[in-house]
């Protein structure tokens, strides 16, 4: 049997890394489009790069963008792939509301771009596609849990720009008899995910803050409610809706919800780090109140523990009179706020037969592992002279 081919858009990203390696030990020939830029923008996906000048490659880049139907179509034609996963997007949700067009056009007709190239080019028996939809869908939820008869209550330009990008696909589906699917995926995070998202920012920032590199973070809206998967479960669930004999929608989630100020004491506590909160909206704030010793010296060294210890306030009867380590800075408000989250996968259990392998505690574990080594890396340049870099929201 010929290799199956996949093209995988947003392959830089995190879903695209980790769904690139899974479907090249799944014996794959992977295409993946990114983006061009001066900076490499590639660092996900290093491990798995391979020399254009080797033969028979398995991995294989191309320069693209959803906003270019001539370029996306080109590549479509040559590569004639298999399965087609969009995951490209301008997915900051905060962002989205300072770049609304871009949104819509990236997010929303770049969807169609790439519907319109495989009925263009005659390819709707052979190419299958997974469109990555959202929970972002679901904005002021109109029940809990979400599910996929749920409707659509969308918040943000990015989450109406992949209303357009969902339907669109049923769309293409129902009229054209296409293997077009969408993988509605509630919150999934990595080691490898975007600084900038919630998670990431949370893990990277306790980590410099048990390193003596940050004295606080600022975070929004401390309450608001998600269910977080690990990514390395959800890319699974991608690969399983395109096995499918029948194209579908499906909900991707633990059915489990967590707020952010839950999110935050957990990995916290990975590192040994007791924190408690007080007060409420804008003035809420997060103090360390505990250091559990061994816990902290076993995971982030020894030589960090009285710097992290005087951050506890002296006075017994009193925790919250030393600086906060948390704060909240309501720059980071939505103006129109998704405050709870929680997707109900009965249909992606039953029917793709689909299980995660991460809980919360595991994947706040993976990232806080993760995140510390990485912090220490650039703890050790900062001691030894050098100059490390700075990343600014």
Known sequence: MSQKVALITGVTGQDGAYLSEYLLKKGYIVHGIKRRSSLFNTDRIDHLYQDPHVEHRNFILHYGDLTDSMNLTRIIQEMQPDEIYNLAAMSHVAVSFET????????????????????LLELTDKTRIYQASTSELYGMVQEVPQTEKTPFYPRSPYAVAKLYA??????????????ASNGILFNHESPIRGETFVTRKVT???????????????????????????????????????????????VIATGITTTIRDFIKKAAAEVGMELTFKGEGADEKGY???????IFIEKVGESYLENIKSHISSSPTNPFTSSPLVAVDPAYFRPTEVDLLIGDPTKSKTVLGWEPKYDLDGLIKDMMQSDIKLMQKDAWLKEGGYRIMNYFE
């Not at 067009?101 to 009925?119: H, K, Q, S």
């Not at 360390?288 to 061994?294: R, S």
């Open 288 to 294: 360390l109140t505990a250091v559990d010793e061994k």
């Open 204 to 250: 990277r920032a306790l980590s410099r803050i048990a390193l003596g590199m940050q004295d606080k973070v600022f975070m929004g809206n401390l309450s608001s409610k998600r269910d977080w998967g690990h990514a390395k479960d959800y890319i699974r669930a991608m690969y399983l809706i395109l096995q499918q004999d029948q194209p579908d929608d499906y």
């Open 100 to 119: 609304p067009e871009y949104v819509g056009n990236a997010d929303g007709l770049g969807t169609l771009r790439i519907l319109e190239a495989v009925r």
């Open 166 to 179: 969902y339907w669109i696909t049923v769309n293409y589906r129902e009229a054209y008899n296409m293997h």
